[in-house]
């Protein structure tokens, strides 16, 4: 079970909404991964419309809404598109996204924990996306979010867990659910992000631009399931194939 | 240091005689690297590459799907005003044509976003002739006004502009504008531009710069494909875009590959582009930028549209008139160019789906 603020997840899986082929093919790859919070980015949204590609599928599956800020800048645009969210869709929850390089997407720390600072206070449940970086996730935390979002990789990389080093003292450190996002590109990787410790992983790109997006759900549905189990199960320490010394190291304590 | 002088710094000669002497190897090369620099690109932009067609195709394709998923973007042009100042042998608003001229009111602008809301459209790209005088800041940010109470992407394709002009249009809600240098060879330009503010070659190179540094979201670079050896033109292109992209980071930018279209009294394209040479063209431009957004208008037919939806572009415009007032109500006699492609935005939607696309009508929050 996963407990973000005060809502338990059965799932492990956050799945984005975004980079579909359809609003068909969204909806059978959102019910074959399991996830039970789904992010979609404000800026698609139609909320007049009972028809949106987007948000009438997910409503439909009954799953909850994580609105994200993507396409924000700087902290003002995010405040006011996470006061919009709160307006158009009904829920506190959002994922806080500011990306003033549209080249990398990558996020803006500074912007970010301003934002963080001020949605905290009008009583947003806040899961900031931000970098690998330990300092700023106990900063984000001591801001009151409730949970951190680090990167393991740009964004649509598929790259995996390039930050892992970072990531692993993000989880030690946590105070608060640590979500992997970004950069996850195959099963594998969302299960060494579980097995490593994380709390949950966001996937989004991997499952929708695949060839089949709904068995690729499935795969990482399983592969966040097995790699969560491994890491509770206890793992063992690789073998780093150092050589034994010839004469024992402590041997001196022998003569004492 | 603007683009000026890195465009005075770069021999047109030099450029098409290291273009031209790509060998099949230097395409393999480029097309076997995850990243790819200006001399790789322009070994893909050259002759050499043209047997290597297919392999650039489903490389750009994977690449366009990764980066922008599987969804295509669409746009539609509002005509304003149709009067020019400028004197250009290729477009129909040119000032010595006889056409009728015509500025829409605030009342005809309401019109035209009442019809083009409701075809579903979110993004509009505002165009007119380049007229200081009757058409400058005062009605742009009128229009401005009206039209952002319709659309929350707002983009223009007018007359050059100066930074704090820009600047005080991007306070009030513009978020893109395309200025299309239409070709980087100065004897060229200087053949096609006869009269008016467009004449000055430096003004509009600056004009990207001067965006940039107004801090405007989206910037829309090209040229205009049949005045000059597209290649040639297309390498300068991406050292433009090269260029800005390094000192104007917060920005995304935008390419188009308009090809030459019949207009009343206008010139033939000098040296044309061929189908296959357009893919090609497209490709590498994906090869080489990853990120950029590539947008396709109406110049092009609907068979040569629909293929070119899953190769690269990320946008596409339908149903465009050309002219102001074309949606509210159409006259031909006052249209820029002929466009090709007249599907209905709704069968251009359903054509997009059958590419395996999503449209996306709305990617942007008006209040931005």
């Known amino acids: 079970m996963l407990t973000i603020a005060d809502h338990t997840f059965h799932s492990r899986l956050l799945a984005g909404s975004g980079k579909f082929s359809s609003a068909e093919t969204m909806e059978t790859a959102l019910a074959a991964s399991g996830s039970e919070l789904v992010t979609l980015a404000l800026k698609r949204i139609n909320s007049d419309s009972a028809h949106d590609d987007i948000l009438a599928p997910v409503k439909s599956l009954g799953l909850k809404l994580l609105p994200n800020t993507s396409g924000a800048r700087n902290a003002e645009e995010a405040i006011f598109a996470a006061r919009l969210a709160k307006e158009a869709l009904g829920t506190r929850w959002l994922k806080l996204e500011i990306h003033p390089d549209p080249n990398y997407l990558l996020p803006d720390p500074i912007e970010t924990l301003v934002a963080a600072e001020q949605l905290v206070k009008e009583g947003f449940t806040v899961l900031p996306y931000c970098g690998a970086d330990p300092v700023l996730c106990q900063r984000l935390t001591d801001a009151g979010c409730a949970a951190v979002m680090p990167l393991g990789a740009p964004i649509g990389s598929n790259m995996g867990l390039k930050t892992r080093d970072f990531l692993r003292i993000i989880i030690e450190q946590a105070r608060v659910p640590v979500i992997i996002d970004a950069g996850i590109g195959a099963p594998s990787h969302a299960a060494e992000a579980m097995e490593m410790g994380a709390d949950a992983v966001l996937v989004n790109t991997a499952i929708a631009t695949a060839r089949d997006p709904a068995k690729m759900a499935q795969a990482f549905r399983e592969a966040i399931i097995c790699g969560r189990r491994a890491y509770s199960a206890g793992l063992g320490s690789a073998f780093t194939g150092q050589a034994r010394a010839t004469s024992p190291m402590t041997s001196f304590l022998d003569t004492l | ?368």
């Open chain 2, 1 to 368: 240091m603007s683009f000026f002088d890195k465009w005075k710094q770069t021999s047109w000669d030099d450029t098409r005689l290291a273009l031209y002497s790509k060998t099949a190897a230097d395409v393999e090369k480029a097309l076997h690297a995850s990243v790819i620099d200006h001399d790789e690109f322009l070994a893909l932009i050259s002759p050499a590459a043209a047997p290597y067609l297919e392999t650039m195709a489903v490389k750009s394709h994977q690449l366009t799907r990764q980066r922008f998923g599987n969804t295509l973007s669409l746009f539609i042009p509002l005509y304003l005003s149709n009067l020019c100042a400028n004197e250009c042998d290729y477009c129909g608003f040119s000032m010595s044509n006889r056409i009728r001229r015509k500025i829409l009111s605030e009342t005809e602008i309401q019109a035209e976003c009442e019809a083009i809301k409701a075809k579903g459209y979110d993004t509009i790209l505002v165009v007119t002739g380049e007229h200081e005088t009757k058409v400058g800041m005062a009605y742009f940010r009128r229009a401005l006004s009206i039209i952002k109470q319709y659309f929350s992407y707002v983009m223009f394709e007018v007359q050059p502009l100066l930074e704090h002009q820009y600047a005080t249009l991007n306070k009030a809600g513009l978020n893109g504008v395309m200025v299309y240098q239409e070709t980087y060879n100065a004897l060229v330009y200087a053949r096609h531009h006869l009269r008016g503010q467009k004449t000055d070659i430096r003004w509009r190179l600056e004009t990207p710069d001067r965006l940039g540094a107004a801090g405007i979201d989206k910037i829309g670079l090209g040229s205009l494909i049949g005045l000059a050896d597209w290649r040639v033109d297309s390498a300068f292109t991406a050292l433009h875009l090269e260029y800005l992209r390094s000192r104007y980071w917060r920005s995304r930018y935008s390419l188009s590959f308009p090809r030459l279209r019949p207009c009343a009294g206008g010139v033939n394209p000098v040296m044309p582009i061929s189908d296959k040479e357009l893919v090609q063209l497209i490709c590498a431009y994906r090869l080489r930028f990853h990120e950029v957004e590539m947008s396709l208008s109406t110049r092009e037919q609907a068979a040569m549209r629909d293929g070119l939806f899953s190769l690269g572009v990320t946008a596409v415009s339908a149903e465009s008139s050309t002219q102001p007032g074309g949606y509210s109500q159409p006259a031909d006699e006052l249209e820029q160019f002929a466009i090709d492609d007249t599907r209905a935005t709704t069968e251009v939607a359903t054509a997009i789906r059958r590419a395996g696309l999503q449209p996306v009508w709305r990617d942007w929050l008006p209040v931005w």
